[in-house]
């Protein structure tokens, strides 16, 4: 938790409610989600915001009433921070810079609007400093696999008032301190993305030599390829088969066999600390999916990721997200492997994929892949080659990614000390000198008075209409399935889970039934669940 002790000791401070107005935003709803056209405005949602800069890409729209537009619409260095997130991203803050002109913020999201004696750009470097210090996540709650912030505890924070003349400071190093790491992480992302796509161009390259995927029934000219399908080149004992369909609970008292998903396939390799076990009376039915060394395997939900078993795995499993590939005489294993990771055979492979929630390939497809085939040595010669290219590219990642990742955590450290560390502390002293506690009080008196103000001109608050005030919502312990599908169909728009939850006015305690009455629906075809993007969820009524 963080202290006023931990601050620069000539440095007063206040209260996170008292240096600035703090709001949450407009909440989703039927009558904000099907209100007239002319009301429709673009807002912030938590996926706009990053850390240090909003995402303007993808703005969603809802109904705002004239009302609404003036209390929800943002000002030009207004903070925003993520209100529900996971909880080490949970008060992710960003500032808005008035792009674009007009625009509003969804109740998922806290505004920040600073005293004038505060400036805002110092207001984001204390806030950033929270959330990459553990401030944010120590004090917000959790109702499900969400945290909250929650806006009463922000606003009981302390908040550090250090002179203006210092806050201009801090605020100048900080900029240019940032500018740098993130010219640097820039840098190393695009080196990172140019390494990943190399191993592929050079796959093409050596094994193709200019020819056209599976056009040619006859060698191509000069290059000695003979292109066959893929359930030709296989052994005749063992076609190409997927696996498991159902591995039961995880067996982990030794007795069990590893059986391996497309997850554990990964550049190449199988991530084999993390292979799951399943009991030998399964592994058993399905024999004809056992693996040996140098089987090759294709992810065939989602993923493409490809690999080779090796010799400790003979005898593991797969399951039927994955495809096995058992080279015959006449292919050598690393060469079909660095074939199906190329970046023609994925480009062949992709155009293939069914399906939206879950896009994958039908067996079929990977019989009817074009295999390009050449005799041993030339196969052996080309996947050396490319087994010290691929090697070497993915040492370049793995050292690009951790300079990377001790950069991020240069920033975190970095952005503590500009806030109120050892660096904010030298700052003082270069700056405002022996006048620091007169000045630093003096902002104090200002948000004090500006507090006392307030306190004494109530109207000057804003305040819900009288009809609003008189409501008393009771949270409610549990739900029922029957009450979550009714809101799901009063509803236009998908929800996520969180946002139901809130919106069935339910108490911490009801997470349990609340799940359970989604897991009802969804078995009984009530629920239609959706995915539009790796992270989230989006649930609706079934037509």
């Known amino acids: 938790m963080i202290v006023p002790e931990s601050f620069p000791a000539a440095w007063r401070y206040c209260t996170v409610k008292e240096a600035g107005e703090t709001l949450v935003g407009q909440q989703r709803s039927p009558e904000t989600t099907s209100g007239t056209t002319a009301d429709q405005r673009q807002y912030l949602r938590v996926a706009n915001v990053r850390?240090?800069?909003?995402?303007?890409?993808?703005?969603?729209?809802m109904s705002f009433s004239a009302e609404a537009r003036e209390k929800y619409r943002l000002?030009?260095?207004?903070?925003?921070?993520?209100?529900?997130?996971?909880?080490?991203?949970?008060?992710?803050?960003?500032?808005?810079?008035?792009?674009p002109e007009e625009l509003y913020f969804q109740n998922t999201l806290i505004r920040f609007r600073s005293h004038h004696s505060i400036l805002p750009e110092f207001a984001l470097i204390v806030f950033r400093a929270y959330q990459h210090s553990g401030v944010f996540s120590e004090i917000a709650k959790a109702t499900t696999n969400i945290a909250h912030l929650g806006l009463r505890r922000f606003q009981e924070l302390p908040f550090p008032l250090p002179p203006r003349i210092t806050q201009e400071a801090i605020i100048d190093c900080a900029r240019d301190v940032q500018t740098s790491l993130d010219s640097s992480l820039v840098a190393i992302e695009n080196i990172?993305?140019?390494?990943?796509?190399?191993?592929?161009?050079?796959?093409?390259?050596?094994?193709?030599?200019?020819?056209?995927?599976?056009?040619?029934?006859?060698?191509?000219?000069?290059?000695?390829i003979t292109w066959e399908k893929a359930a030709d080149?296989?052994?005749?004992?063992?076609?190409?088969?997927?696996?498991?369909?159902?591995?039961?609970p995880d067996v982990d008292d030794g007795s069990g066999v590893p059986y391996i998903r497309g997850q554990d396939l990964q550049?190449?390799?199988?991530?084999?600390?993390?292979?799951?076990?399943?009991?030998?009376?399964?592994?058993?039915k399905y024999q004809r999916s056992s693996l040996k060394q140098g089987d090759v395997l294709l992810g065939i939900i989602r993923s493409l990721r490809v690999a080779?078993?090796?010799?400790?795995?003979?005898?593991?499993?797969?399951?039927?997200?994955?495809?096995?590939?058992?080279?015959?005489?006449?292919?050598?294993?690393?060469?079909?492997?660095?074939?199906?990771?190329?970046?023609?055979?994925?480009?062949?492979?992709?155009?293939?994929?069914?399906?939206?929630?879950?896009p994958g390939l039908n067996l079929r497809d990977v019989r009817e892949t074009p295999v390009p085939v050449r005799d041993l040595g030339s196969q052996r010669q080309i996947s050396e080659a490319l087994?010290?290219?691929?090697?070497?590219?993915?040492?370049?990642?793995?050292?690009?990614?951790?300079?990377?990742?001790?950069?991020?955590?240069?920033?975190?450290e970095l952005t503590v000390s500009f806030a109120f560390g050892e660096v904010a502390k030298w700052i003082t002293q270069e700056t405002s000198g022996p006048e620091t506690e007169v000045l630093s009080s003096l902002i104090l008196d200002r948000i004090k008075d500006a507090a006392s103000q307030v306190r004494r001109n109530p109207a000057a608050t804003p305040r819900r209409p009288n009809k609003n005030r008189s409501k008393r919502i009771t949270l409610k312990p549990a739900t029922t399935p029957e009450e979550?599908?009714?809101?799901?169909?009063?509803?236009?728009?998908?929800?996520?889970?969180?946002?139901?939850?809130?919106?069935?006015?339910?108490?911490?305690?009801?997470?349990?039934?609340?799940?359970?009455?989604?897991?009802?629906?969804?078995?009984?075809?009530?629920?239609?669940?959706?995915?539009?993007?790796?992270?989230d969820v989006e649930i609706s009524a079934a037509d």
Request: charged share 25%.
């Open 192 to 224: 990172i993305a140019t390494a990943a796509e190399l191993p592929g161009a050079a796959r093409d390259l050596l094994i193709l030599e200019g020819a056209t995927v599976g056009q040619e029934e006859s060698p191509s000219p000069g290059s000695g």
């Open 484 to 535: 979550v599908l009714a809101l799901l169909q009063q509803s236009h728009d998908p929800l996520d889970p969180e946002h139901l939850f809130r919106q069935l006015s339910l108490a911490e305690g009801a997470v349990d039934s609340f799940y359970s009455a989604l897991r009802e629906l969804k078995q009984s075809g009530r629920l239609k669940e959706g995915r539009p993007n790796n992270t």
């Open 75 to 99: 000002a030009e260095g207004d903070i925003l921070l993520c209100e529900g997130q996971s909880r080490e991203l949970v008060g992710r803050a960003a500032m808005y810079r008035s792009e």
């Open 233 to 248: 080149i296989v052994a005749e004992d063992a076609p190409i088969v997927y696996g498991i369909l159902q591995p039961g």
């Open 51 to 61: 850390d240090d800069a909003l995402d303007l890409l993808d703005l969603a729209t």
């Open 387 to 412: 087994n010290e290219v691929t090697a070497a590219l993915q040492g370049l990642i793995r050292d690009a990614q951790s300079a990377a990742s001790r950069l991020r955590q240069m920033e975190r």
């Open 267 to 284: 550049d190449g390799y199988i991530v084999q600390d993390q292979l799951r076990r399943t009991s030998a009376s399964i592994a058993q």
């Open 308 to 358: 080779t078993v090796p010799p400790e795995l003979s005898g593991a499993n797969i399951t039927q997200g994955t495809a096995r590939l058992r080279p015959g005489t006449d292919v050598d294993s690393d060469y079909l492997a660095h074939w199906l990771s190329s970046s023609a055979a994925q480009e062949w492979l992709r155009s293939r994929l069914r399906g939206i929630d879950m």
